[in-house]
């Protein structure tokens, strides 16, 4: 019998019917409510926990430490499988946190919704049905966002739109599609048989670490105050494939060579970085500019943070 747990942080799939002011008020007693009224899977034994009630915008590095702690906590309790709801707005700043902080997790589903639970046409219900099947499918290892009709690995998700039921996206495809409540379109990638991948392990997360989008308005004051204040890691966000000015330059090399690493994303969302293809990117990474490929802006900021806690003093 699978054992899931259901890890409630508030947000909107929380809040109380409301058209204005929606506010999360979270509890046991309403999880378990909540439970009664949707489809759940098949012989699943399920237990909730709320362990914050927050709207998704005060979703912080102490909020996500205490997450990542409790995911793993619960790992070692002998936990199957795991649902978390999440605010939409940093959701995918959570999902991949956990996605580089936990390593040898089973089923980790992230999910939430647009308007709150106990709304005739919320997507809550059945985001949450589908979220404790996904955690109880045991093809499914690791860290992954699930809402609306799509399954994404936590480190490929993109919120694209502020109200529709499908917010979320991947340029790197989906781990698989839901159709009438099935998995469908399954990639080896992301999901891989059962196994023995050995014990969870917990990486700890920085807090040292900034996102700064370039705009034709950044200049390099703007951009070394973002680097000051002991941070240990900076993506930047910038121009196509490998576009950073040449007035920032002399900058990323100084805050590089204070042994901060500089990760470039890219503002495009499909497609990846490549810094040989123009002078200007061959230019950056003479500076310390650190390519990320096809990595997200969540994606980039998460891995720093996770491996900047881990080596301190790099």
Known sequence: ???????????????????????????????????????????????????????????????????????????????SGIVITNGTDTMAYTAATLFFALENTPPVIITGAQLPFYEKTSDGPANLSNALKAACDSRFSGVYLLFGDKIISGDRAVKIHTTDNNAFTSAAGYAAIIRNGEFTGITNVAVKEPDSPGECTLHQIAGNTALIKLTPFTDSYALYS?????????????????????RLLDTIKRISDRGVKVVFVSQCLYGQTNGERYKVGVNAAKSGVIYGFALTAEAALAKLSVTAAQNPNA
């Open 226 to 246: 973002v680097s000051t204040n002991n941070i240990k890691g900076l993506v930047i966000e910038g121009y196509g494939c490998c576009g950073i000015p040449g």
């Open 1 to 79: 019998m699978p054992r899931i747990l259901w890890l409630s942080c508030g947000g909107t799939i929380a809040c109380p019917p409301n058209k204005n002011n929606l506010s999360p008020g979270a509890s046991e007693e309403q999880m378990y409510d909540m439970l009664k009224l949707i489809p759940l899977p098949d012989n699943a034994n399920i237990t909730t926990r709320c362990i914050m009630n927050i709207d998704s915008s005060d979703m912080g590095v102490k909020e996500l430490r205490t997450l990542a702690s409790a995911v793993h906590s619960s790992v070692n309790e002998g936990f």
